[in-house]
């Protein structure tokens, strides 16, 4: 009996260092290999944006670097960076706006690798409005989300281009609501990411949508990246490079072979939008995987000097409060090399 109840308290404790991230999960693949099981939690669900990860775990990139993947949808990246930080997943896939925002609220998650590096943040519209530049903005009423990256950095952007807030006419709703007021008609444009919005309301309307992209109007920031809790960073250490270093390795390759990334989401979600949007969704997500200072480098090789100028932005924008050197933010350690 005393040895049963030993066994019984050793598998215990066991049992509960696994649950504190003290090890991972192992699964075997099928070549033997022994394999990290890794969940990664995405920004909204699957979209075209995504594509690498599938294609990375289709190909084999993943399990090449000891890793059995499993992509779980999002609800938008707020709550990824929340579960996240809270180590319910092993890495997230989320703005850097809302990462930022987190650690400013004493949450202890960091970015792992910024890959769209150039914000997808537009105002969007039906070519027929004959929005050629934003004086045409004057009068019009455009859908937004209040709150959100794309409201709150919407002034700065007003500022830039000599516009002030009294010029246009903001409807406040939700993420989904905003593309039902431009089909309707309800609102002549609206804020959301050129990587998801524009594709798919152009393809249920059948009329061409045309953009103004913030970064095109001299307001760029970071966007959407790989991150991780800082209790993953310091105990799987190992594990998060190989993760770091697969990912880049799965969007080079993905970038090669768009067609091909683009049949590895087949399956993805039930809500998985068209072939035909989904490619055009990972196409412009493939323009913004760098800056002025990361050309020639492989996807996720960030620099302070980017981080900083993001950091700058959302201060201005009051999206955080008390902003803190890259390092707060960023873990350089396990940057992929290149």
């Known amino acids: ?29 099928a070549d033997g290999k022994q394999l990290d099981k890794v969940t990664l939690m995405l920004n909204w669900y699957p979209y075209g944006e995504h594509a690498p990860f599938y294609y990375g775990k289709a190909k084999g990139i993943y399990a090449k670097h000891g890793i059995d993947l499993t992509i779980q949808a999002g609800q938008g990246s707020q709550k990824t960076v929340q579960a996240t930080g809270a180590a319910q997943v092993d890495f997230g896939w989320a703005d850097t706006p809302a990462l930022l925002a987190a650690v400013g609220q004493g949450m202890k998650v960091k970015s792992v690798g910024v890959f769209l590096q150039t914000t997808p943040s537009s105002v969007q519209f039906f070519a027929e409005k004959n929005i050629k530049t934003p004086a045409d903005l004057k009068g019009k009423k455009i859908a937004s989300t209040a709150g959100d990256a794309l409201s709150k950095t919407f002034p700065a952007l007003l500022k830039a281009v000599g516009l002030s807030d009294s010029d246009v006419s903001l409807q406040n709703t939700d993420a989904a609501g905003k593309m039902a007021a431009v089909l309707s ?4 444009a609206l804020l959301g990411y050129a990587t998801d919005q524009g594709p798919t309301i152009q393809e249920k309307a059948g009329k061409p949508v045309s953009y103004l992209r913030y970064a095109d109007l001299g307001l760029n920031f970071y966007s959407n990246g790989l991150l991780a809790s ?9 594990l998060t490079q190989r993760m770091v270093t697969a990912s880049s390795e799965a969007w080079t390759a993905a970038s090669a072979d768009q067609p091909g990334a683009v049949d590895a989401m087949t399956g993805a979600s039930e809500q998985l939008p068209s072939k035909a949007v989904l490619t055009e969704q990972f196409a412009k997500t493939l323009e913004l995987l760098h800056t002025d200072l990361t050309q020639g480098k492989a996807p996720g090789v960030n620099t302070a000097a980017d981080w900083q100028k993001t950091i700058d932005v959302f201060a201005t924008a009051g999206i955080i409060q008390k902003p803190q050197a890259p390092s707060a933010y960023w873990d350089a350690a396990f940057e992929v090399k290149g």
């Open 230 to 238: 800082e209790r993953v960073l310091s105990e799987k250490k190992e």
């Open 1 to 29: 009996m005393r040895k049963r109840a030993l066994a019984i308290c050793v598998a215990a404790v066991l049992l509960l260092a696994t649950a504190c991230g003290g090890g991972s999960e192992k699964t075997t693949g």
């Open 185 to 188: 008609g309800q609102t002549d």
